[in-house]
């Protein structure tokens, strides 16, 4: 009647409705998809569809019989290839995607006016190949053909982001709202540093915590311990670093000996974390920690605003012996508390 040639309805974000509204939706879909014309274009996590579709037939009890996993696992594929007929799933960025959004993002943040010359070269060079980085090397010319000055900060970012792609598309398995949000907080946290004082940080070093922090955070909360009981450099972490780099499959014994739960960092995915730049061996993290505790408020408990020279005293007191004796200096220390 409207002589509208097709009706193309789109429905985002399926996944965010509660599993019981979300299975209604497909239902009244479904009373569609006999009418000449109309198709439905639905953006969704499919496992998170999937549960909802395998909960629906199971507090039904469309069955009397008792259905095993597998039956139940085949049900919800029949319902979907039944309402779906061209599924398509997202792919993962690939590391040089990823460096490229991630110079881009920096490009973005920097040149403000300026990096309307950036992108439109990067639409040029992407019209004529869609496989290769977009990076440093690339933005320089573009910049340089528009009588446009790098910023230093900018630079040193477009390097770095060579040098974490690798790691942060392995870590994030090419997820570009998951990458942004880790440079949202690595902005927010640089905020914070600045707010304090803290000039001295490297984002290079930050950001690398603060992945692991994503990928284990009972890895991150270990690193914390050992920073904490070591005035910022933990020992243990320098022998996981020389480790990492090393050809032994297994952490060494007197690695094992100094560090708990070996296995743990054994894995191929920490292990590429403690080979990435930079090296924290040597690094004083006191700091870092500080403006990442909102992380570490239950490792702290309650602790994170006391000095940090009354927690050495409180460590050392920690550590005193019924049979010791006082060093001089913290008794020292105690009599002018």
Same mark, same amino acid.
């Given at each position: 009647e409207t002589s509208l040639d097709s009706i193309v309805i789109l429905i985002d974000d399926l996944d965010r409705c509660e599993p019981k509204r979300l299975v209604e939706t497909l239902e009244a879909i479904k009373l569609f998809l006999t009418v000449p014309h109309v198709a439905f274009v639905i953006g969704a996590d499919q496992r998170i569809v999937r549960y909802a579709i395998s909960k629906r037939y199971e507090t039904e009890n469309v069955s009397q019989e008792t259905k095993? $996993? #597998? #039956?139940q696992i085949d049900l919800v594929t029949d319902y979907l290839e039944k309402l779906i007929q061209i599924p398509y799933h997202l792919p993962r960025l690939s590391q040089s995607e990823i460096e490229t959004y991630l110079s881009l993002l920096f490009c973005n943040q920097h040149l403000k006016d300026d990096f309307e010359v950036v992108l439109?070269? /990067?639409k040029d060079s992407r019209s004529t190949d869609v496989t290769s980085v977009y990076g440093h090397q690339h933005i320089e010319e573009? %910049?340089?053909a528009a009588s446009v000055t790098c910023p230093d900060e900018l630079t040193k970012q477009l390097a770095w982001c060579n040098m974490i792609a690798p790691t942060l598309s392995d870590? =994030? &398995?090419g997820n570009p709202r998951q990458t942004k949000r880790l440079l949202n907080a %690595?902005? =927010?946290r640089q905020s914070l540093a600045k707010a304090a004082k803290l000039d001295d940080l490297s984002d290079q070093v930050l950001i690398k915590l603060m992945l692991l922090e994503y990928i284990? +955070? &009972? %890895? /991150?909360a270990q690193i914390y311990k050992w920073q904490a009981a070591q005035n910022g450099? +933990? $020992? #243990?972490l320098a022998l996981l670093e020389k480790w990492g780099h090393s050809e032994d499959t297994d952490v060494p014994t007197d690695v094992k000996n100094k560090i708990e739960n070996s296995t743990s960092w054994s894995d191929s995915s920490i292990r590429r974390w403690l080979t990435m730049p930079p090296e924290l061996s040597g690094e004083d993290l006191r700091n870092y920690f500080w403006i990442t505790r909102d992380r570490?408020?239950?490792i702290l408990s309650g602790v994170s605003t006391i000095p940090l020279y009354l927690r050495q005293i409180i460590i050392e007191l920690a550590e005193f012996e019924e049979d010791g004796i006082f060093t001089s200096e913290l008794k020292s220390q105690i009599v002018q508390l």
């Open positions: 095993s $996993d #597998e #039956e439109s070269a /990067f573009a %910049l340089q870590v =994030l &398995k %690595l902005h =927010l284990r +955070p &009972k %890895l /991150f450099i +933990p $020992d #243990e570490v408020t239950g």
